[in-house]
């Protein structure tokens, strides 16, 4: 469930009602749903049940809402799927994540990278650096192994197992460094860390004298689409840093994937919690956003 908003950020000086409580409804739907009678939505959201149904009807009209003519409950409608489909092939993931880039690299002052996960594979899509003198050399385009780096790390911890035993099959675990893990039961203990703790490192795995922590950026549907990462010579970035970097690439990584819809509500996934702990609410968010 999302973090609730203090008033002063929830509200707005453009704000309609009848608008606000049509999107409470669809809100009430996604997270108390699937399917809803019209007294259990007037109810959720305070609302009187002439008021919902007049709302209700209307979203229906625009097949934004469903009625279940056996049981005269109501759902989310297809119409949904269909703009959310459309925003997502909208969507530019490099330029969307660019801001929370600049974030971490002002936090940390090391090189900070964007990458997306390709058949045991990482490919870096952006890259921001810092100022420093003494900085990674590193491109956009090139491709790592995903084994060894904190950004593949990141992401496969959250993919099904036998993908990642594809992967590996495919690719092998070629030692790159004295460091590199050298055996898929060394991967899945990490990997499994890795969901533990929400970052993953690569304490030069990949390259020797390089300390990278990485951590996953999920979709609206949950499923890791990308990874963001932190980097930098090992004389700056030991041991004692790990944590302060981690605390701020999950921070921006969580950040990403909750513009990009996904909120830590699902379930456990490949015998995992695939979510990290959030803050309980004492009102559900589409009656928040009622104030009610």
């Known amino acids: 469930m999302p973090h609730s908003k203090t008033k002063s950020e929830g509200r707005s000086p453009y704000q309609i009602q009848v608008l606000d409580r049509a999107f ?9 749903g699937p399917d809803l009678t019209l007294a259990q939505i007037s109810e959720s959201l305070g609302l009187h049940k002439s ?8 979203l229906e009209r625009n097949k934004l809402v469903e009625k279940n003519s056996q049981t005269g409950k109501y759902r989310l409608g297809l119409k949904l799927f269909e703009l959310g489909t459309r925003a997502v092939s909208q969507l530019d993931l490099r330029e969307r994540a660019r801001p929370f880039l600049e974030r971490v690299v002002l936090e940390t002052g090391e090189t900070v990278h964007l990458c997306i996960y390709d058949d045991g594979e990482v490919v870096y899509l952006d890259k921001v650096e810092p100022g420093r003198s003494v ?33 590996v099959q495919k690719h092998g675990l070629r030692p790159l460094t ?19 703790t929400g970052y993953a490192v690569d304490n030069e795995e990949n390259e020797e004298g390089v300390c990278c922590v990485g951590s996953v950026v999920r979709d609206f ?7 963001i990462s932190v980097s930098g010579p090992t004389f700056r970035v030991g041991a004692e840093k790990i944590s302060v970097l981690a605390k701020s690439i999950i921070s921006a990584a969580d950040a990403l994937s909750k513009e990009l819809g996904f909120h830590a509500t699902s379930g456990p996934k490949n015998g995992r919690n695939n979510d990290r702990p959030i803050e309980k609410q004492s009102k559900p968010a589409h009656a928040r956003m009622l104030n009610v």
């Open 135 to 167: 900085r990674l050399a590193s491109s956009v385009g090139r491709r790592n192994p995903a084994y060894c780096t904190a950004v593949g790390k990141a992401i496969m911890a959250y993919l099904p197992e036998n993908q990642v035993e594809i992967a």
């Open 24 to 32: 409470a409804i669809l809100e009430a739907l996604s997270q108390d």
């Open 221 to 227: 549907s949950g499923d890791p689409i990308a990874a």
């Open 178 to 196: 004295r460091k590199t893990i050298g055996t898929m039961a060394e991967l899945k203990a990490e990997l499994i860390k890795v969901h533990e």
């Open 51 to 58: 008021t919902a149904h007049r709302l209700i009807m209307v």
